[in-house]
């Protein structure tokens, strides 16, 4: 799958995460530290292959906010 960067955290350095992608699909590709098996294990109806990254709401918003100025150019 293509992905395009939407967004990546300011304070995470040159290269780091978290960084907010979208996809040809139209899908969100998240990149993030792996969350611990405690936090894993709260989370509901994990199929297998599936997994969980940590991401700020701050990445999560600024990202969105570039999702929605790239799709509203030319509307």
Do not use: W
Request: glycine share 12%; charged share 25%.
């Amino acid at each position: 799958m293509k992905l395009t960067k939407l967004y990546k955290d300011r304070s995470s350095g040159g290269n780091g995460c978290p960084t907010v992608y979208l996809g040809e699909t139209g899908e969100l590709v998240i990149q993030g530290s792996i969350v611990d098996s405690a936090t894993f294990a709260e989370l509901e109806n994990v199929l297998p292959g599936e997994g969980a990254v940590r991401i700020s709401a701050d990445v999560v918003a600024a990202a969105m906010e570039q999702y929605h100025s790239r799709h509203s150019e030319g509307r």
